[in-house]
């Protein structure tokens, strides 16, 4: 699946909850025709809330049903500090969307990091390293593990994960998981996926919506100097297995180039 990342615009974020709805249901049954569960791994933002809203609406078929009981549930980037922190992505995720699962619906499983050795990031980010190992299996048989999707924010400058621009974390080759003690975003500490693992997953999807986010995608897809910003070596990477989800505001005036397909419920 070569190509351009694919790009799906929606005048109010009602409408782009439901294709997003509809695009996490297709890896969700891929995911499980694949290997019998679903692995995605998530970002913090606004993401968690804009996850609830399209996946907690109530299926209107049994196509649309989410089962979370075959969900594992990994974090794409997480701070370093302890799990009920206002900063813990993990707190937002499960305020916003874990909290909310009706019971009769199946519980996911969670992966957080692990909070005992929040003094040294870069061991929270070698175990969140183990856990994806025994997750995905070995890591000698498994180069690289493969998640059945990636959802991701993008920043006001461009970052994504916490990979941020023009940091030597973009160069990482060797790790899967990688501390970052240095964030231009607070808090300093965190641990991130690394891009090769990021752009090596089945599907990566952005969601960005409102219009502060006009300038960075303008740049991103439009101009030569956006090419090395995260959210773009993202695109450049994953090519036509990422696509973004963002509503009209967030593109006003960008220059895209067109998507070869009718939605994200048709086929890639
Ligand atoms: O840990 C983080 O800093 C977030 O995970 C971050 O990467 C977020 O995804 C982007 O900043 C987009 O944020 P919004 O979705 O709120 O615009």
Known sequence: ??????????????????????YVGRCEKAGLTR???????????????????????????????IHWDKWEIFF????????????????????????????????????PID???????????????QLLVKSFASRDSVKLPIFDLVLL?????????SLFPGHELLREQNAWVAPIEDSPKPPPCRITLTLPVVVHAVHIAFVA???????????????????????????????G????????PAVEGVAFPPTPDSGPDSDE
Not at 115 to 129: G, H, I, K, M, P
Not at 209 to 238: H, Q, Y
């Open 241 to 248: 297995r990422c696509s973004w989800f963002v509503d009209d």
């Open 76 to 111: 794409a980037d997480e701070r370093a500090v302890a799990l009920d922190h206002a900063d813990s992505n993990y707190c937002l995720l499960k305020s916003e969307l874990l909290d909310k699962i009706p019971a009769s619906e199946g519980v996911p499983a969670v992966h």
């Open 153 to 161: 924010g993008c920043g006001p400058d461009g970052h994504t994960c």
């Open 1 to 22: 699946m070569d190509g351009q990342p694919h790009l799906y615009s929606f005048p109010t974020s009602t409408e782009l909850c439901k294709l997003l709805r509809t």
């Open 115 to 129: 909070t005992d050795v929040l003094n040294d990031t870069q061991e929270v980010a070698d175990r969140y390293e």
């Open 209 to 239: 919506t409102g219009a502060g986010k006009k300038d960075i995608l303008k740049e991103i897809f439009e101009l030569e100097s956006g090419r090395s910003l995260p959210c773009a070596m993202v695109n450049e990477g994953a090519k």
């Open 35 to 65: 290997h019998g569960v679903f692995k995605i791994a998530v970002s913090g933002g606004s993401l968690p809330k804009t996850l609830a809203t399209a996946l907690l609406a109530p299926s209107t078929s049994e196509d649309e049903k």
